[in-house]
């Protein structure tokens, strides 16, 4: 009330339709999530005040200014940080990954995913659930299932399309020519299925489409290896993309690689609290999906301790590789691979004289060490003839050479001194 005094006498106030007008637009303006209040002029012995009423609302915490406060006796106090997101979080009704998948049914459900799910999780952790168990059943044990329905964590990990339900559940993958997104692909993939499915068929793209060098070190009979990214540590960056992702976000998990670095794109933003820097250092365990990260920890496919983003660190270094780089954009958190110095330098410019086709086909023995028939004809949208005689030409001129015969042949870059081919018949 504007015009009483906290002792109930009334002083009254000068009021006109402004004022009520500057009253309303500054609550409505100031507060967020925003309030509604009315806002009205009363008579009170014979004098005007303006009374302000509001419902309690649904949407709390409220910020006024841009901050937020808190009653303490007969004072309004701003809250601390610490204290205003653990009211946020406390206030929160649900995680989107717990809430249920309303079209997700028991046809959708595949059946063969749950077993393996349930025998991954007695081996890597000994899930108490018997393996006879009905499908339903374990869903429910696992709180996958709920009164109302499957949940969305159930539709990511069971579901016959889990796509179907959540379209942006999708993961790309795209190996670029060059150190810019604008290139052309040399290789690229759109990657659907299960989530446990993704993490997997992710990490063998990855692998498909970095370099890894062999060495000999004097004395020792065994030669040393080397990736060009760490593979634990690149799986590790997956799975938390996977598993902390904003599911209600329209964006994709992205594996970028280029020339010079390798990147994971995790659609959301770090959980309050925690920074990008915070990430190399000890951090607390925060879970977007805390359902769907408690489903990958049965599996072993996460540890729940906060030591994931440690861990890619440590494998860096022990791989020779930078320190990863993290960062939040504001829409998404990406985890930058930087090659070991000195690696795999960028490969020195085609010969002249090549065609577009041919060119591709090089890029493509450069990019993953071989090329076969069918990969051209992929490729480039020939036939297995026009394929053969093709790869006969880039064979003739030095540049790759034939390995095996028939279907099983392959073509790997020409090393010299030695022959480009090895008998007459192409692939």
């Not at 799986?235 to 280029?258: C, G, K, M, P």
Request: charged share 25%; hydrophobic share 35%; glycine share 8%.
């Amino acid at each position: 009330m504007f015009g009483v005094k906290n002792d109930g006498a009334v002083l009254g106030q000068s009021v006109s339709e402004a004022t009520l007008r500057q009253v309303a637009n500054t609550l409505v303006d100031n507060i967020d999530p925003r309030v509604y209040p009315s806002v009205d002029r009363v008579t009170v012995d014979g004098k005007d005040v303006i009374v302000v009423s509001v419902v309690s609302s649904p949407h709390k915490p409220h910020t006024a200014f841009g901050r937020p406060y808190q009653r303490v006796a007969s004072a309004s106090k701003q809250m601390t940080r610490p204290e205003y997101e653990r009211l946020l979080l406390a206030r929160r009704r649900q995680w989107f990954d717990a809430e249920v998948c309303p079209d997700m049914t028991p046809k959708h459900l595949s059946a063969d995913k749950v077993r393996w799910f349930l025998r991954q999780a007695r081996a890597a952790r000994n899930l108490d659930v018997n393996l006879r168990t009905p499908v339903t059943e374990a869903l429910r044990k696992l709180k996958l299932l709920v009164d109302d329905g499957f949940t969305h964590s159930a539709a990511l990990l069971f579901a016959k399309d889990p796509q179907w339900h959540l379209l942006s559940s999708e993961v790309r993958c795209g190996r670029f020519k060059g150190t810019d997104a604008a290139a052309p692909f040399i290789d690229m993939k759109v990657l659907r299925g299960s989530v446990i499915d993704q993490v997997n068929d992710a990490e063998r793209f990855v692998l498909n489409n970095i370099r890894r060098e062999a060495w000999i070190v004097p004395g020792r009979i065994a030669r040393e290896e080397r990736w060009e990214y760490p593979p634990e540590a690149v799986r590790e960056a997956i799975t938390n993309a996977i598993v902390h992702r904003d599911y209600r976000s329209t964006a994709n998990v992205q594996v970028r690689i280029f020339d010079d670095r390798l990147e994971v794109w995790n659609p959301g933003r770090l959980p309050p609290g925690l920074t990008a820097q915070m990430l190399k250092g000890k951090h607390e365990s925060l879970p977007s999906n805390p359902l769907l990260a408690g489903m990958f920890f049965l599996i072993g496919y996460v540890e729940q301790w906060g030591t994931g983003t440690n861990k890619i660190v440590e494998q860096c270094r022990t791989n020779g590789n930078p320190d990863p780089e993290f960062e939040d954009t504001g829409t998404s958190v990406v985890v930058t691979f930087r090659p070991p110095p000195g690696h795999a330098p960028a490969p020195a410019p085609l010969p002249e004289g090549l065609n577009e086709k041919e060119k591709r086909a090089m890029e493509y023995v450069r990019a993953k060490g071989s090329i076969t028939n069918k990969t051209y004809q992929e490729l480039n949208k020939v036939g297995h003839t026009t394929a053969a005689k093709a790869l006969s030409g880039i064979v003739g001129k030095g540049l790759l050479r034939r390995e095996g015969k028939g279907r099983a042949a392959r073509y790997v870059l020409a090393r010299p001194g030695r022959p480009s081919s090895v008998g007459r018949r192409l692939g």
